[in-house]
């Protein structure tokens, strides 16, 4: 074998060994590489706010058993055992000496009984309809605030797609000065321009480089946000993937097609009626208790001695009963008005919320809907102004190096091209924002 066939085998061999490390390391990337759908997945499966609502709808769906339980008959068992004191009997007066009137010391009894609902006036199945409409309201509510994790999400990830994108620009904008600080420097030697110039030059290079490490700092914050929320670590690398058509305006529907999506997948507006249902069966159960009720009841027992019943029996015995047990709440019929009144109260107060909520969204609606028209607008006004701009920067960088203008003029031409890519890159960002905001409008996010 010769040395180059030893050299490739070689390299064979070691490009073998290090596949899996590429391998692991391309996977690391990809890993670190998120799209917004991915971070709501991730949000919706690691955030404690969205934990701590799913539990709660939990514990409401087994509050359901629990009221449906009323319905079972209640059972309970007894067991006595007394020690029974001496029985005096002042028969000449409490202060003359008692008779001692013999007992047995010990005392036990073992009884059961049960009661079991026949009619309460509605109130068991008011109860259950009332825990049903509670666990409604809890799993709309954990949607509402998957929904509110899920736009929190998006602006952290825009958040720092946005200062990503100024760091490139910012970045570019540096080397660009540092290129055209040379080219002063080179001026001033030959005597073309004045130290002034050299002075301003690279006191707007200083400036251009502390923003930087301003942004630097923004994208640190905004990325810890953000890994907090979707539950990774603070310092984990993370890297917004965006299409290019991502940040493109989306077409809208008529904004009437937007209120009837709102009617019915507002989460406030679903939420407010149920808090209205929720006063209504209040409302309901109240009235019922001035209804009777009846029910089915037993008892049985054992116990020694026998002393309920005359003559008494020191002996072991047993008793029990079967029947129906009545209850009329007389004093309900005069308390219960003020706690009806009350109830109606707010049940009417529950009502005029549900009517403000609905105005409240139909305008959220209006107002996102005109902000999104308005941002996709400043989109074009913003590419618009960048090709100004540039041309702008073009003339007076030709006529500054011709010794035809001041370099405050170049330095305010850089300045408003700089600004003009930022404002950009701010109304794209802005642009989904606001759309987002819309869809949060009608419970679509």
């Known amino acids: 074998m010769n040395f180059r066939e030893n050299k490739n085998w070689i390299s064979c061999f070691l490009g073998f060994l290090l596949l899996p490390v590429f391998v692991r390391a391309q996977e690391v990337t990809l890993q670190n590489n998120f799209s917004i759908s991915q971070i709501w997945a991730m949000a919706d499966s690691n955030s404690k706010k969205i934990k701590v609502q799913h539990l709660g709808a939990e514990a409401a769906d087994a509050h359901i058993k629990v009221s449906q339980a009323e319905r079972l008959p209640e059972i309970a068992?007894?067991?006595?055992?007394?020690?029974?004191?001496?029985?005096?009997?002042?028969?000449?007066?409490?202060?003359?000496?008692?008779?001692?009137?013999?007992?047995?010391?010990?005392?036990?009894?073992?009884?059961?009984?049960?009661?079991?609902?026949?009619y309460n006036g509605g109130k068991t199945n008011t109860e259950i309809n009332a825990s049903k409409v509670e666990s409604e309201l809890k799993h709309i509510q954990s949607s509402q605030n998957k929904q509110e994790i899920h736009y929190v999400a998006a602006v952290y990830f825009y958040d720092v797609f946005r200062n990503i994108s100024y760091r490139g620009l910012?970045?570019?904008?540096?080397?660009?000065?540092?290129?055209?600080?040379?080219?002063?420097?080179?001026?001033?030697?030959?005597?073309?321009?004045?130290k002034s110039d050299v002075l301003r030059a690279e006191l707007r290079l200083s400036k251009q480089r502390m923003l930087l490490s301003e942004i630097e700092n923004s994208i640190k914050i905004a990325k810890q946000k953000l890994n907090i929320l979707i539950g990774r670590p603070d310092d984990a690398p993370l890297n917004p993937q965006i299409t290019a058509n991502e940040t493109d305006a989306i077409a809208l529907k008529q904004v009437d097609e937007y209120f009837n999506d709102a009617k019915t997948s507002a989460y406030k507006i679903r939420i407010s009626e149920k808090e209205q249902a929720l006063a209504e069966l209040k409302l309901k159960n109240i009235r019922s208790n001035v209804m009777p009720s009846l029910g089915f009841f037993g008892e049985y027992a054992f116990a020694y001695p026998q002393i309920q019943f005359y003559p008494y029996a020191l002996s072991l015995y047993s008793t029990g009963m079967v029947g129906l047990k009545l209850k009329i709440p007389i004093s309900s019929w005069y308390t219960n008005q003020h706690k009806v009144k009350e109830a109606q109260i707010k049940l009417h107060q529950q009502e005029v919320e549900d009517e403000d909520v609905k105005d409240n969204i139909r305008q959220e609606v209006q107002e996102n809907y005109i902000r999104y028209k308005e941002s996709v607008q400043r989109i074009s006004v913003a590419e618009e102004n960048i090709k100004q701009a540039a041309e702008s920067y073009r003339i007076v960088q030709n006529t500054y190096f011709n010794q035809l203008s001041l370099l405050t003029d170049l330095l305010d031409a850089e300045t408003q091209l700089l600004q003009s890519r930022f404002e950009l890159t701010t109304a794209k960002v802005n642009a989904k924002i606001q759309y987002y905001q819309l869809q949060k409008a009608i419970g679509n996010l």
């Not at 055992?81 to 005392?107: C, K, M, R, S, W």
């Not at 904008?173 to 073309?192: F, M, P, V």
Request: proline share 7%.
């Open 77 to 118: 068992a007894e067991g006595i055992y007394a020690h029974v004191f001496p029985l005096p009997i002042y028969e000449n007066g409490l202060f003359h000496t008692p008779a001692q009137f013999p007992v047995v010391p010990t005392y036990y009894k073992a009884s059961a009984d049960t009661y079991f609902n026949i």
């Open 170 to 194: 910012l970045e570019q904008d540096i080397r660009d000065r540092e290129k055209q600080l040379a080219e002063i420097n080179h001026l001033y030697k030959n005597g073309t321009i004045l």
